[in-house]
């Protein structure tokens, strides 16, 4: 049964992971800079700090560490605003999960302000009735507080609510605080694509076909 339905917004909503992936390399690019074929490999562990210290040492750049970490921020920022897509078949889950009277809220674990700029732009925002984010409840989705805040919000059960998300550690936390979960294919978690295969309730290749999603969840 479905009662509510938590979105998480990047790599499920907005199709923003290609951006993580290569900002090293979109940054480089303002420096006429070609950056090696592993840095996003080699950044993607590292705070915005380090990798903007790492970037500094290794690149050569004459910018101060702040310098480069508000060029990154502004990467990012413009993306948002600017270019970053829906995923495809978005925008009819949404429809589909309005017409059936379903409260829709979203948990991220990034900056509110780029996810409202996307989704307001994309005409999507109003489908949902709150925004949470990990930095404004203070845990990240290693812990459940950020589903718990969102399902207050939906006033819903966590066994009749929906998480539908692409990481690992989201869907195992989420799961493990008795939320119903929906995995959704995204290439950046290809790495643990076994375990949310296994450990998710429903798992989808794409948002393409509502009604699979509809029919399996009515049922559990």
């Known amino acids: 049964m479905v009662k509510g339905v938590i979105f998480d917004v990047d790599g499920v909503l907005l199709n923003s992971m290609p951006v993580w992936e290569n900002l090293g390399e979109l940054y480089l690019q ?10 996003s490999e080699i950044l993607y562990e590292m705070s915005l700090k380090e990798a903007a210290e790492y970037l500094i040492s290794h690149y050569g750049l004459k910018q101060t560490v702040e310098e480069v970490t508000k060029g990154i921020v502004k990467e990012v920022e413009q993306f948002y605003v600017e270019k970053v897509p829906l995923k495809e078949g978005v925008r009819e889950y949404l429809k589909e999960l309005k017409e059936r009277k379903i409260p829709m809220v979203i948990a991220t674990s990034g900056d509110r302000k780029n996810a409202e700029a996307a989704l307001k732009r994309l005409k999507v925002f109003s489908y949902f009735e709150g925004i949470f984010t990990a930095s404004e409840i203070g845990s990240g989705k290693n812990q459940p507080d950020l589903y718990f805040a969102a399902a207050l919000q939906l006033d819903t059960d966590p066994g009749q609510t929906w998480v539908f998300e692409d990481a690992w550690h989201a869907i195992r936390t989420a799961k493990s605080a008795g939320f119903k979960t929906v995995a959704v294919y995204d290439k950046a978690n290809d790495k643990n694509l076994g375990q949310i295969w296994n450990h998710a309730d429903i798992y989808l290749p794409d948002l393409l076909n509502f009604n699979e999603f509809w029919s399996r969840a009515s049922e559990m």
């Open 30 to 39: 303002k420096f006429g800079i070609q950056a090696e074929k592993d840095l």
